[in-house]
């Protein structure tokens, strides 16, 4: 893997969102988080529907993140 790619990938981890879609995700930090969406975000009930627009992320793909940390299958880099 080039410097590159490991930059922009490495220690990605896969992380379920309750309502079923898969994301790669990095934790930099307690406060970063990486997300690389593997689908189209349509594909999302909170960033699909007509509420994107207000929302600033998913809710729902944020609580899964932080009980993927909790439950240690998502370590954060920064300790």
């Known amino acids: 893997m080039s410097e590159r790619d490991e930059f922009l990938v490495g220690g990605?981890?896969?992380?379920r969102c309750d309502c079923g879609n898969q994301v790669l995700v990095k934790k930099n930090s307690p406060q970063h988080t990486s997300v690389q969406w593997l689908c189209d975000t349509s594909s999302c009930p909170e960033?699909?529907?007509?509420?994107?627009a207000?929302?600033?992320g998913c809710l729902r793909l944020r609580d899964s993140i932080e009980k993927a940390v909790r439950d240690g299958t998502l370590e954060v880099a920064d300790g």
């Open 47 to 52: 960033l699909g529907g007509p509420r994107s």
């Open 12 to 15: 990605m981890r896969p992380v």
């Open 54 to 56: 207000f929302l600033p």
